[in-house]
């Protein structure tokens, strides 16, 4: 993941290692963790792929720039472009990006990705239904508390989510 916040954050253009961190810092950190010790070996990955073309500076700190190459904007748009995953919030990575995308392919995968939300949604409360009928039939629903509660907090994040995702399809204004 470090690799792709990467070539991202270079979509504006040529910057040092130290900068990039320093991006990252500053807007995605909420969705991931980027130390100089991840971030050097993926910027050297991404150079030995084609991704980025590393420049000496030459001068007294003897720094690197890296630049994104067509084949690594070309890699990173098509990893942009794909579907949103739920897994380890990396669609909020993604939507970071999004103004690089296309409106059409915007709005189908926001589209896509609340059609997968609703999906959750209604199995979570099929779910809420079944439960609360067996917790009738339980003398100490106390010992249930923690699984209800983690329940009952699904049911509202994904219902979160789906608001989340409708206003960004509108274009909403967030307050």
């Not at 609360?132 to 509660?149: A, C, F, T």
Request: hydrophobic share 35%; no cysteine; net charge neutral.
């Amino acid at each position: 993941m470090v690799e792709t916040v990467s070539l991202g954050i270079l979509m504006q253009g040529k910057m040092s290692g130290y900068d990039i961190k320093k991006i990252a810092e500053q807007s995605v950190s909420l969705f991931i963790k980027m130390s100089y010790g991840s971030l050097y070996p993926a910027l050297k990955r991404l150079v030995s792929a084609g991704h980025l073309i590393e420049e000496e500076t030459n001068d007294s700190k003897n720094k690197k720039l890296y630049a994104i190459t067509e084949q690594g904007r070309s890699y990173f748009m098509n990893w942009l472009r794909e579907p949103l995953q739920a897994n380890k919030r990396e669609h909020l990575l993604k939507l970071f990006f999004y103004d690089y995308l296309d409106e059409s392919t915007r709005l189908q995968n926001l589209r896509a990705f609340q059609h997968t939300l609703r999906s959750g949604i209604a199995q979570m409360e099929a779910v809420q239904g079944i439960v609360s009928k067996e917790l009738e039939q339980i003398p100490n629903k106390d010992d249930y508390y923690y699984r209800v509660s983690v329940m009952h907090y699904g049911l509202q994040f994904f219902r979160m989510e789906h608001d989340f995702f409708s206003k960004m399809i509108e274009k909403g204004e967030w307050q």
